[in-house]
């Protein structure tokens, strides 16, 4: 009967762990659509970034043939202060938007590195047996130096086979 209530709580156990496996590549696959999502606006703000350097880069163009054309009336400290003052008129902007970005960039970087960290020790408490305690250590350890067979340990303990040799194979008894 022991066996019996062992298999199903075994298959109990397979059917939980995978439900758990589900509802954490379902948050996974969320998680990579809102970055995508997060992604794709940067990429329309990098297109009007473009867009916007394009359209500074004729202004400069036509700025730069109109001082051409001023240059016989203005004296070379006019034109410089001109240029200078058109130079960054056009770079301001860009600055401010490239600034801007590079936060947004920041932010997305640190959220997904903290989703990471959370799913690596999500993984790593899922995959660690939760019947093996110190405790138990002690039990199977004191049993299988008494000459208790591996079956009976394991029957004893309500453990599995491999969990009680996986403790003697760590404690270098078996």
Partial sequence: MNLD????????????????ILYLLYYVYT????????IRSVASVVEDLNREFYYLKKKLDQTQSSIKDNSQRMTDEEIYQEI???????????????????????I????IQNKILQLESGVKQISIPASIHGNDD????????????????SKELHLSKPEVEFVLKINKIK
């Fill in 31 to 38: 998680k990579d659509a809102e970055y995508s999502k997060n």
């Fill in 5 to 20: 209530q062992f298999s199903f709580n075994i298959e109990y156990l397979i059917v939980i762990l995978g439900a758990i």
């Fill in 138 to 153: 002690e039990k199977i350890i004191s049993l299988f130096k008494q000459g208790v067979s591996i079956e009976t340990i």
């Fill in 84 to 106: 200078e003052r058109s130079v960054y008129d056009m770079v301001h902007p860009l600055s401010l938007a490239i600034k801007q970005l590079q936060n947004n960039i920041n």
């Fill in 108 to 111: 997305i970087e640190h959220e």
